[in-house]
């Protein structure tokens, strides 16, 4: 028989883990590179070392971070190609969700709840500020349009590998969305972005499942000119969750 | 510091509990929506319930397995909606990895080496024979060349989401090769797939991505066909490694 | 042996005729639906009635009059869809070349020349109006673009299909620049579709021939947005060629 | 008012001159490169030469023939990038048209139509016989379905820049068809091209447009396979329409 009570406790010790030992990475505490010592992060996190090896191996699966030789794990440093490619990924899955959800047909109801985010986005965008308050709402909208675009798809199977796709950072559609307030002529991108927020949303409408899904492969290649107006501008990468693991290529002498 | 030993010790036991389990459930000993118990698995398998626990925690994530009400896991079960979700997530990130070898280049030696193996499937099917000693030669070969299609596109992050979407059973390139014994005029389906093999080497090596991924997405296909006559042919569902777990619709009443 | 005085005198006639009944027509003076009277045209147009009637023959192949019954050509009424079609088979084509610009390599110089003409479409844009004035230079250094990037694919055949493809009026990549003169929000669609061009110049040079090839299919359908746009502000219409051969549904009592 | 009963007889004598000069240089009479002659024309047809000059206008514009220096029409030769991309671009608007009737929605009765050509084809294969009589039967069978398919997208337009495109020899679906009597192993790529126009019906039936697309394009290049094995067996290209006309690298010493 299964034993509730200590798969909770184990399992709840193991997600706390994971939870400090990633928060601390992405806070940038530990650079890209740098090796991890168990007895130091049960100490900072509070937990027994046990836990702490099971958060390790998991976060290695995850990509955040690698294998160290001989032993322990090291913290990953991430080029620009690595995070093109994650945000390639995951462009290329979303755009899958978005084709099923045109081709298999979307209700009015999750269409319209589509639409009212965008509206908000709109609201935020006629005020033409870039500012991180109005970078937080259209963060939080977003968020809930591409969540929207995804459960449209109705396929557990895609909406479970998105989530392990984006487990790394820097691949979730916001990813870049604070970063804005520190790159000029962002304002512009959040227009385009949404733009075609708007095109993707007609699209699946229209049941036009080709169109959809080129549109929001494009749209998640917003992601990459931020990353790249991001790497121009040092503040920036500052409100980039795992911005200090992006390895510059400044650091390596390149 | 790190502490090698136990690390190596417990994932060990760990990784030897998400075989065997996995093994259990592929092989059919629990049918979908059975109840597995901790205490008879870890007799079963030969290790204490910790690693159990965390082994099933495991495959939880990676679907084969589902969170019970109140507590526990079940065996999961696959409607065959979610077993071409499943292909058509592979499909589609195989594809992103055959457009970007196309469109960043690939070596000849690499472009060598995946003829090679298509030599080898030629001369397999050149003998005209569908049994188990030529379709596991053909499923071996197979296996190598999406291997090398993958590692074309030189970027360890679609090989490691790449990895994560196969975690699921019936989504990996070869998972239906061996039902082919089973399955009437499976030889011609064979022969279409190897010639998509070679037009997609072609492709690569005229670094037309577009037709590389266009390619790569419908091979993937292949793979539902062989499912739908699978489900036809009983007795071929038993060469589906977790065959067991597919829901038939007959055994719902439908 | 060839007859070159003759041939030539008589094209120079018919083309005469040609170039003078699509003016009449696209200039709204014969409407949809219209009959056209061979004395009549000859007389506007002053040449004799044997060049007329090939030049009718050639106006029905091209797509802008249609055989009446029992004889002669009426003036061809188009339908929304009809433009729609129209714009997604110019997408479609100078798509395929895009592509095969990217996939076949095009040289530096071609691509300096395309940012040359993105450029001047920048310095327009940076002056922040869309008179006439501003629009016709965009429109210049637009159709500039749009030729640079399709003879950047090298084939005489993709050239030549195209160019039957926009025989059609609407159906050409500056169609309705023009009327964004009298359309609200044009600078929005104009800064979107140069965005496109950037972007689409940087997919050519990276030799990203999927991407260039979707973007420039979804750059096209800026013009269906500028038609809808235009079928709401009667005055913009008249601002595209042939505007008074689209159908509105008001007409039909729709 | 206009005069029907001279158009009628102007373009029929212009159309027997277009089909007659036609016929001939398809039929190999005019080598490529060859010049041609008013006064010879005219005798072998039995037109007087105004009809002739019409036509040759006519046949320099479908793409068949081109301007001599200084005056005067060739007859043109087509290289093998020439017909690659007379086919691509055929390829490229069928998968529009195909995309367009998955995405439309396409009726039962026409998609029963096209199962009932796919039906014929099937009875053809089963008798493995690739001499001209089946092939020709295949080759009906073959003209049918692919006209029913740009039926089914419903858009004139579409239909119209689809024959203008195909007026080019080589470019119709059929064009190779015959060829494969000569050429081993053509029974295979027939049998493929077969299973592909089953995929494009499933398709369009299941509303899947992207994949439709995608199967089009991927089904017209079996033509250039096709091609490509016509000119290493010298007596299939006897069978290609206009086979005579395309410039074999050996006739110029590369």
Do not use: W
Request: negative net charge; charged residues 30%; glycine residues 6%.
């Amino acid at each position: 028989m299964a034993t509730p009570v200590s798969i909770t406790r184990d399992s709840s010790q193991t997600d706390r883990a994971i939870l400090g030992i990633r928060d601390l990475v992405l806070r940038g505490e530990f650079k890209g590179g740098e090796r991890l010592a168990e007895v130091e992060l049960a100490e900072r996190i509070g937990v027994s070392r046990t836990p702490i090896r099971a958060a390790l191996q998991k976060l290695e699966e995850e990509g955040l971070l690698e294998l160290a030789q001989p032993t322990g794990y090291i913290v990953r440093r991430f080029t620009e190609t690595d995070l093109d490619d994650a945000i390639e990924v995951r462009g290329t899955i979303e755009a899958l969700a978005a084709r099923l959800a045109a081709e298999r047909g979307t209700s009015r109801v999750v269409l319209g709840q589509m639409r009212e985010c965008l509206a908000e986005i709109d609201a935020v965008l006629a005020e033409k500020m870039v500012d991180l308050e109005h970078l937080n709402r259209y963060a939080a909208a977003n968020a809930r349009f591409h969540q929207l675009m995804l459960e449209a798809a109705g396929s557990e199977i895609i909406e479970r590998s998105l989530k392990r796709v984006v487990s790394l950072p820097f691949a979730s559609p916001s990813a870049f969305v604070l970063a804005q307030s520190k790159i000029p002529d962002a304002f512009d991108l959040l227009k385009i972005a949404q733009a075609q927020h708007h095109d993707i949303v007609d699209a699946i409408g229209a049941r036009a499942g080709a169109r959809a899904e080129a549109l929001v492969k494009e749209h998640a290649r917003i992601a990459r000119k931020n990353l790249e107006l991001a790497l121009l501008h040092a503040d920036a990468l500052d409100y980039v969750v795992g911005g200090s693991l992006i390895r510059r290529y400044a650091d390596d002498g390149r």
